[in-house]
Antibody, heavy 113, light 112 residues
Framework: EVQLQESGPGLVKPSQSLSLTCSVTGYSITSNYWGWIRKFPGNKMEWMGY???????SYNPSLKSRISITRDTSKNQFFLQLNSVTTEDTATYYCATRGGDYWGQGVMVTVSS | DVVMTQTPVSLSVSLGGQTSISCRSS???????????LYWYLQKPGQSPQLLIY???NRFSGVPDRFSGSGSGTDFTLKISRVEPEDLGVYYCYQGTHYPNTFGAGTKLELK
C-alpha cells in the first residue's frame, strides 16, 4: 500500500523558512514525480512544484526563488523548503504524486509571530 | 498561467439525483504528446483530495461508474449520477498540461 506522510512544524514566524518532509512507503521516489500542493484558507489550491524520479525539479514561478524541493532516496523522503514566509503562506500543505493518485493527509502550517 | 474556470461554485443535490460540474480552461489542454492532462478530484470534509478522473475521462481505480468525465480542448464536464452521501465535498478540476499546473476554484456539493 502506498502511503505519504507529511511532517514539520505547524507554526512558523514571518521571514523564517518553512521546512516539511514527505515520507513515502510502498513506492520508491526514484520512480514517478513527487510534488507539493497547498490549500489556502477557503478553497483555493496551488501547485507548488515537484521533484522527478531523476531528481530534476519544476517550480511554480509565483514562488520565485523562495522554494526548493529536494530528496533523500536512502530514506525515501522528499522535502519542501519555502523561504521568507509571510502570513500569506498560511495553508495546509500536501505532498502527492504528480497525477494526484496518492496524497498525504496534509499538514496545516500557520505563519504568525 | 492557465486559468481554470469552474462552475458552479456550489451545488445542492438530492440523494439519488444527477448533477454536473463544468470546467473551462483559458487555453487548450492538449499536450504536445497528444494527451489532455485534465483531472478531477474530490475533497471530502477532513480528508485529503482524492483522484476521481484522469486525462479527461478515465476513472481512477475504485471510483464508481456513477462518476464520468468528458470534454476536449478547453471545455470539460464531470457528471455525477445517483448521488450518494459519500459524494459530498468540494470538487476540483486540475490541469497538468501547462506549467504551472493550475486548479479550478472548486465546487461544493451539498445535499438538498
Amino acid at each position: 500500500e502506498v502511503q505519504l506522510q507529511e511532517s514539520g512544524p505547524g507554526l512558523v514566524k514571518p521571514s523564517q523558512s518553512l521546512s516539511l518532509t514527505c515520507s513515502v512507503t510502498g513506492y520508491s521516489i526514484t520512480s514517478n514525480y513527487w510534488g507539493w500542493i497547498r490549500k489556502f484558507p477557503g478553497n483555493k489550491m496551488e501547485w507548488m512544484g515537484y521533484i522527478s524520479y531523476s531528481g530534476s525539479t519544476s517550480y511554480n514561478p509565483s514562488l520565485k526563488s523562495r522554494i526548493s524541493i529536494t530528496r533523500d532516496t536512502s530514506k525515501n523522503q522528499f522535502f519542501l523548503q519555502l523561504n521568507s514566509v509571510t502570513t500569506e503562506d498560511t495553508a495546509t500543505y500536501y505532498c502527492a504524486t504528480r497525477g494526484g493518485d496518492y496524497w498525504g493527509q496534509g499538514v496545516m502550517v500557520t505563519v504568525s509571530s | 498561467d492557465v486559468v481554470m474556470t469552474q462552475t458552479p461554485v456550489s451545488l445542492s443535490v438530492s440523494l439519488g439525483g444527477q448533477t454536473s460540474i463544468s470546467c473551462r480552461s483559458s487555453q487548450s489542454l492538449v499536450h504536445s504528446d497528444g494527451n489532455t492532462y485534465l483531472y478531477w478530484y474530490l475533497q471530502k470534509p477532513g480528508q485529503s483530495p482524492q483522484l476521481l478522473i484522469y486525462k479527461v475521462s478515465n476513472r481512477f481505480s475504485g471510483v464508481p461508474d456513477r462518476f464520468s468525465g468528458s470534454g476536449s480542448g478547453t471545455d470539460f464536464t464531470l457528471k455525477i449520477s445517483r448521488v450518494e452521501p459519500e459524494d459530498l465535498g468540494v470538487y476540483y478540476c486540475y490541469q497538468g498540461t501547462h506549467y504551472p499546473n493550475t486548479f479550478g476554484a472548486g465546487t461544493k456539493l451539498e445535499l438538498k
